[in-house]
């Protein structure tokens, strides 16, 4: 897996905060390309958002064998042994019912994903759907399927990696978020935005502690979502309902040009504790119109505080309660 969080540019080295900032002010303003140097290699590499599993990192355009920080192939057959950590052509043809499309289907159904991150750099987290019907229709197929299919990255000429099982949690076709992750491609050129999560994605269950029990903090997390809803439709906005996508936030609220990102978090106390993921800390870091939205006696008299990122980071204390952890080297 790749693992720099550093590159040069413009003669320095920066985060891949910095970098996936700077490539967003650039989209924004339609500026040309940014170019982004391995800081080992010095070859060209992007800044990646990650999702799941994988942090933020810089992956190589084409892979270096010779680098330390390029992406290296996964052996993943612990996990689903009909699927190598990484295959050739015509093997991923045979796993994924053949055929051209990047959403391989069969019989009307699909069986797999074979994704270049050329054409979708927020792979697999994020896919650009093209226009034309014939991948409209499978990127219709793929929003309607209820379970992961099979998913394969390019990682080099006639070498594919296999990720995992994701499934699709959305599909947006509105023009902002279509102009958010469309990346370079024209705007006129897309159909709409796919989101995906992956099936092994880890879900960890706090119990005791003073944490309420599932129904309870889902009770109070209902309560909450309802409430800033009511509230910034009060304010005028305009609100969209985002936290199936597990894009680092809950709502979209716009406003003629404002937009926010809101992260909603629920207490039934006056004092707030609440639990926030590692996606949803870095959702916070890379986009300055992020907000915390936390709503106090959520059940009873409800209240909103809401936080910039800075703020989040200054009054709260951050506790790990858990870690996952994986073998370095299977082989020991």
């Not at 040069?8 to 140097?37: H, K, S, V, W």
């Not at 070859?43 to 390029?70: D, W």
């Not at 991923?92 to 391989?104: E, K, N």
Request: glycine content about 8%.
């Amino acid at each position: 897996m790749a693992t720099a969080t550093l590159c040069n540019y413009d003669q320095r080295e920066i985060t891949i905060e910095e970098a996936i900032r700077l490539r967003q002010t650039a989209r924004a303003n339609e500026l040309p390309t940014l170019t982004f140097a391995c800081t080992e290699c010095g070859r060209p590499v992007r800044p990646h958002q990650g999702g799941g599993h994988t942090p933020a990192h810089f992956e190589h355009l084409r892979r270096n064998r010779n680098c330390s920080l390029s992406h290296k192939p996964t052996d993943r057959t612990h996990r689903a042994p009909k699927h190598a950590g990484s295959v050739d052509t015509a093997e991923l043809a045979r796993l994924t019912a053949g055929g051209d499309d990047y959403i391989r289907t069969k019989d009307g159904e699909v069986k797999g994903l074979a994704l270049r991150l050329d054409l979708n750099e927020g792979a697999p987290d994020v896919i650009v759907v093209g226009k034309g019907p014939r991948i409209e229709h499978r990127a219709m197929l793929l929003r309607d399927t209820p379970h992961g299919v099979p998913t394969y990255v390019k990682r080099g000429t006639n070498s594919w990696e296999y990720l995992g099982e994701y499934k699709a949690t959305a599909y947006r076709i509105d023009a902002p978020t279509i102009k958010q992750y469309r990346g370079e491609r024209p705007a006129s050129d897309i159909a709409g935005i796919l989101f995906l999560e992956s099936v092994e994605a880890v879900s960890v269950t706090v119990r005791g502690g003073g944490f309420a029990d599932p129904q309870t903090r889902r009770e109070i997390e209902e309560a909450a979502i309802n409430f800033v809803k009511q509230e910034l439709r009060a304010q005028g906005f305009a609100v969209e309902d985002r936290q199936r996508e597990n894009c680092g936030y809950d709502l979209l609220a716009r406003r003629g040009q404002e937009e926010i990102l809101y992260e909603v978090k629920g207490a039934d106390a006056v004092v707030p504790r609440f639990f926030i993921s590692r996606n949803e800390r870095r959702c916070s870091m890379l986009n300055e119109n992020w907000r915390l939205a936390v709503v106090t006696s959520a059940r009873t008299t409800p209240r909103l505080h809401v936080l910039t990122p800075a703020e989040m980071e200054e009054r709260f204390t951050f506790e790990c309660l858990a870690w996952e952890c994986t073998i370095t080297n299977p082989a020991d």
